[in-house]
C-alpha cells in the first residue's frame, strides 16, 4: 500500500504543475500549487548548486548538470525544501553538513553519480527522510551508522553499485522503518529476509523452487522483471499472502502463470513484454482487488467481454502493442485504457458505452482512419480527461461529439493542417489542449470560442507567425501557454494584455527581434511577479543581422527612450516661453489686433489697387481737428494743401450739410473721403467729437481694409497718452505719423511728407489730386 501512495513521489519529477512567479537565469519555477513550489535546474550544465535560489522552494532539481561536489552551504537556507533530485551528475564528494539545514528533505535522489562510500556523516540532518536513492553509483563500503539517524527511511534503492557481499548491508538492516529495498545488479551470491520489497530483476532467473519464497509471508513487493522464467510452479507464491504488486515483465511467458491467479492479496500485476498470446477466463479469477493490470507487449488477438468479469475494481489496463480487433465493454470501473499500437482499423458505435468510470483512453498507433471517427463511436456516459496521441492525420468536424466531460485533449504531431471551426463545440469543459507539432497556422477566429474555460494550451511548432489570435478569444483563465518553436519575432503588450492569469510562457525558439517593438515585452519578463517566461535567459536574436545571436535579454535598449532630463527640459522651456507669449500676448493684445488688421489692408491695398484707382470720392482729406487748433489748419494746413498741392480737403464749418444730424455729416464725409487727417493735440485727445471721428475712420480698417490715416502732432505727446492702437501705428507708419516741426527749416520737408503721405498706399501709386492744377494762362 505503501508504494500506491509512493507513485506521485516518484513521479514527481516528470510531472508538469502550475507555475509560480519568477525568472531565474538557470532555473524555472515550475509549480506552485498547493505552496509546493517546485525549482527546475536539470540540464543546465551546471558546476555547483546555483547561489541565490529562494529559501521557500520545497522541490529542487538539479540533474543532468556537472555537480561533482555538494558542498556545506549549498543547502544552508532551504530549511523548507522536501524533495532533492541531484541525480546523474559527477558527485564523488559530500562535505560533512550538507544537509544538516534541510531537515524537512523527504525525498532524496543521488542515482548516477560516482560515490563510492557512505560515512556516518553523510546524511546529517535528514531526520524526516523516507525516499533515498542512490542506484548506479560505485557504492562499496556504507559505514555501520550511515543511517542510524534516519529513522522515517521507508525506501533505499542500492540498484547497480558494487555491493558484493551481504555484510556490506548491515547499516541498511539496521533501519527499523525500511519497507522497500532494491540491491539488484549487485552481483550478490546469496540472500535470505523476509518482511521487506524484494527485486529480483535482471539475474537471468529461468525456473524457481517451490519453496523460494516459504519465508516471506508479509512480502507486499516483488520485482522479478528481465529475467527468463517461462513457467512458474502453482506452489512458489503460496505462501505470499500479503504481497500486493508483482511484477513479471520482460519474462519468456507464453501464457498468464497460473500461480498469479491464487494471489487474492495482489493489486497490481505486471506482464508486460512476454509472449503472451492468449487469456482465458480463469487467469485473473481470483484477483478481485485488482487495481493495475499491465499486458502491452504481448501477441493477444483477441479479448472476449467474460475475460476481466471478476475483475470489478480494475483502474488500469494496459493493452497497447498487441494485435487486438476487438473492446470489451464490462470494465464499468475502468478508468485508464491503453490501446495504442495494436490492428484496430474499426471502432463499432457504442464500444466504449460501458466504460462509464473511464477517464483517459490511449488509442494511438492503430490503423485509425477518418471514416472510423464519424459514426459517434464516444456516444454514452464518458467522462474521458484525455486523448493522447490519437495517431490520426485530421481531426473530423464531429470528431469529439458525445464527449461533454472531457477536459483533456493531447493531439500532438499528428499532421493535422486544419481544424474545422466546430471542432471543440462539443466539449465546453475542455481544460488542456495540446496541438503541437502540427501545422495549423493560420488559426480559425472561431476555433477556441466553445472553449473558454482552457487553463493551458500548447502550439509548439505550429507555424505562428504572431500571438494576435489571443485577442479574438476569451482566455480569461489560461494559466499556461507553450508556442515555441514558432515563427514570432514581436509579442505586442496587448499579446500580454489579453491573458490577465498567466503564469506560465514558453517562447524558446523563436526568431526573436532585437529592437524597440520587443522593450515592452522584455521589460515585463524581467520584471512580472506572476508570470514566469522559460528560460527567458537562453533567447536570442534573430535580426536584424548584426545583433543575430546575441541574447534577447541583453539587448540595450537605451536607444529606445529618450532621455527623460532632456524631455524635462525641453517641457519646461516650451512651457516657460509659451507662458511668455501668452502674457506678452495679453498684455499687448491691443497692438497685436491692430498690427494683425493692418496687415489685412496692406493685402488688400495691393490686391485692389487698380480697382481703387476707379473709385470715385468726393474728398481727398477729411480734416480732423479741434476748434482749438482750427487757426493752424485755417492759416497753414488749408492754403498748403488746396492752394499749392491741389489737394480737395473736407472741412466742418465749411463743407458740412447744413440740417444733418453731426454724427452722419462726420460718417459721410470721412467714408466720401479718400484719407483722414487727424491733428493731434492735448485739446483734440479730450475732444468727445474728435474722438469719435478718429474712431470712424480707424474703423475703415476693419470694414473696407483700408489704412486712411494720416496723423499729424502739433504738440509732443507722450505715449502713455496715446491708445495701444496708435502706439502700434506709430512704430509701423513711419510716413502717415507727422510732427509739426518747431525748426522752421525743416517745415517745407513736412508739407512735401504729408503731399507724399496723402498719395494712395503710402505714395506707391501717384494720384491725381481732386481739385484740378490751375496753370496760368499765358494769354494773362
Given amino acids: 500500500m505503501f508504494l500506491l501512495g509512493l507513485l506521485p513521489v516518484l513521479l514527481f519529477f516528470s510531472q508538469d504543475l502550475q507555475v509560480a512567479p519568477y525568472s531565474y537565469e538557470n532555473c524555472l519555477v515550475h509549480g506552485n500549487l498547493g505552496g509546493r513550489m517546485k525549482m527546475l535546474c536539470y540540464q543546465r550544465n551546471l558546476s555547483q548548486v546555483p547561489a541565490h535560489l529562494p529559501s521557500n522552494i520545497k522541490s529542487l532539481d538539479l540533474s543532468e548538470n556537472q555537480i561533482a561536489r555538494l558542498r556545506q552551504n549549498d543547502f544552508k537556507n532551504m530549511s523548507l525544501l522536501q524533495m532533492l533530485n541531484v541525480s546523474q551528475n559527477q558527485i564523488n564528494v559530500i562535505e560533512e553538513g550538507t544537509f544538516i539545514h534541510t531537515g524537512s528533505l523527504d525525498f532524496l535522489n543521488l542515482s548516477s553519480n560516482q560515490l563510492r562510500n557512505l560515512s556516518s556523516s553523510t546524511f546529517d540532518g535528514l531526520v524526516n527522510l523516507t525516499v533515498l536513492l542512490l542506484r548506479k553509483n560505485n557504492i562499496d563500503r556504507i559505514e555501520l551508522s550511515t543511517f542510524d539517524h534516519l529513522i522515517k527511511l521507508k525506501v533505499i534503492d542500492l540498484t547497480s553499485n558494487k555491493l558484493h557481499f551481504v555484510k556490506a548491508l548491515h547499516a541498511v538492516f539496521k533501519v527499523n522503518s525500511l519497507e522497500m529495498l532494491q540491491i539488484s545488479e549487485n552481483n550478490i551470491t546469496n540472500f535470505t529476509t523476509k518482511d521487506i520489497a524484494l527485486n529480483l530483476q535482471g539475474n537471468r532467473f529461468k525456473n524457481i523452487r517451490a519453496t523460494v519464497f516459504e519465508n516471506c509471508t508479509q512480502l507486499k513487493y516483488l520485482d522479478m522483471t528481465h529475467n527468463k522464467l517461462q513457467v512458474i510452479p502453482s506452489t512458489s507464491f503460496q505462501f505470499l499472502n500479503a504481497l500486493e504488486f508483482l511484477f513479471l515483465a520482460n519474462n519468456n511467458f507464453s501464457e498468464v502463470p497460473t500461480v498469479t491467479s491464487n494471489i487474492t492479496s495482489l493489486k497490481s500485476l505486471d506482464l508486460s513484454f512476454n509472449q503472451i498470446q492468449k487469456i482465458t477466463p480463469s487467469d485473473f479469477a481470483g484477483l478481485k482487488n485488482l487495481q493495475f493490470l499491465n499486458l502491452t507487449g504481448n501477441l493477444i488477438t483477441k479479448i472476449n467481454s467474460e475475460l476481466f468479469q471478476d475483475l470489478d475494481n480494475l483502474l488500469e489496463l494496459n493493452l497497447g502493442m498487441n494485435i487486438l480487433l476487438e473492446i470489451s465493454q464490462n470494465l464499468t470501473s475502468l478508468q485508464f485504457l491503453n490501446l495504442v499500437d495494436n490492428q484496430i482499423s474499426t471502432i463499432e458505435p457504442g464500444a466504449f458505452e460501458g466504460l462509464s468510470s473511464l477517464l483517459t483512453l490511449l488509442l494511438g498507433s492503430n490503423r485509425i482512419t477518418r471514416n472510423t471517427l464519424q459514426k459517434g463511436i464516444f456516444e454514452g456516459k464518458l467522462t474521458l480527461n484525455s486523448q493522447r496521441h490519437l495517431g490520426l492525420q485530421n481531426f473530423p468536424s464531429n470528431f469529439l461529439q458525445g464527449l461533454e466531460s472531457l477536459v483533456s485533449i493531447h493531439a500532438g504531431n499528428l499532421d493535422i493542417s486544419f481544424l474545422h471551426p466546430d471542432t471543440f463545440s462539443y466539449t465546453p469543459g475542455l481544460q488542456e489542449l495540446d496541438l503541437s507539432n502540427n501545422l495549423i497556422s493560420p488559426i480559425n477566429l472561431d476555433l477556441f470560442q466553445p472553449i473558454a474555460n482552457l487553463t493551458e494550451l500548447h502550439l509548439n511548432k505550429v507555424g505562428l507567425q504572431s500571438l494576435s489570435f489571443v485577442l479574438h478569444f476569451n482566455f480569461s483563465k489560461l494559466a499556461v501557454l507553450r508556442v515555441a518553436t514558432n515563427e514570432l519575432d514581436v509579442i505586442k503588450p496587448n499579446h500580454i494584455a489579453a491573458l490577465p492569469f498567466l503564469t506560465f510562457l514558453d517562447l524558446r525558439h523563436n526568431p526573436f527581434t532585437c529592437s524597440c517593438n520587443n522593450k515592452a515585452f522584455l521589460n515585463w519578463s524581467l520584471n512580472s511577479l506572476k508570470t514566469q517566461v522559460i528560460y527567458l535567459y537562453e533567447y536570442t536574436c534573430a535580426f536584424p543581422p548584426s545583433s543575430k545571436g546575441d541574447k534577447l535579454w541583453t539587448f540595450d535598449f537605451s536607444s529606445c527612450t529618450a532621455n527623460l532630463d532632456f524631455i524635462l527640459f525641453i517641457t519646461n522651456s516650451t512651457l516657460v516661453i509659451l507662458l511668455m507669449i501668452v502674457c506678452l500676448f495679453y498684455h499687448w493684445r491691443w497692438q ?185 494762362d499765358e494769354n494773362q
Fill in 592 to 776: 497685436g489686433v491692430y498690427a494683425y488688421h493692418l496687415l489685412l489692408a496692406y493685402i488688400y491695398d495691393n490686391r485692389h489697387k487698380r480697382k481703387r484707382q476707379h473709385k470715385k470720392y468726393n474728398y481727398d482729406a477729411f480734416v480732423s481737428y479741434n476748434t482749438e487748433d482750427e487757426k493752424w489748419v485755417i492759416n497753414d494746413l488749408l492754403p498748403k494743401l488746396e492752394d499749392e498741392y491741389h489737394w480737395k480737403l473736407c472741412l466742418h464749418h465749411r463743407d458740412f450739410e447744413p440740417g444733418r444730424a453731426i454724427l452722419d455729416n462726420i460718417v459721410d464725409n470721412i467714408y466720401g473721403s479718400r484719407k483722414t487727417i487727424c491733428v493731434i493735440t492735448r485739446h483734440y485727445l479730450e475732444s468727445e467729437w474728435c474722438s469719435k471721428e478718429i474712431q470712424v475712420a480707424s474703423f475703415r480698417l476693419f470694414d473696407e481694409h483700408e489704412d486712411v490715416l494720416v496723423l499729424i502732432f502739433l504738440e509732443d505727446i507722450p505715449a502713455g497718452y496715446l491708445s495701444p492702437y496708435h502706439r502700434m501705428r506709430k512704430l509701423v507708419k513711419k510716413k502717415t505719423y507727422l510732427a509739426w516741426p518747431q525748426e522752421k527749416e525743416k517745415i517745407p520737408l513736412f508739407w512735401l511728407k504729408l503731399h507724399m503721405a496723402l498719395k494712395t498706399s503710402e505714395g506707391k501709386v501717384d494720384e491725381d489730386p481732386i481739385l484740378s492744377v490751375i496753370v496760368p
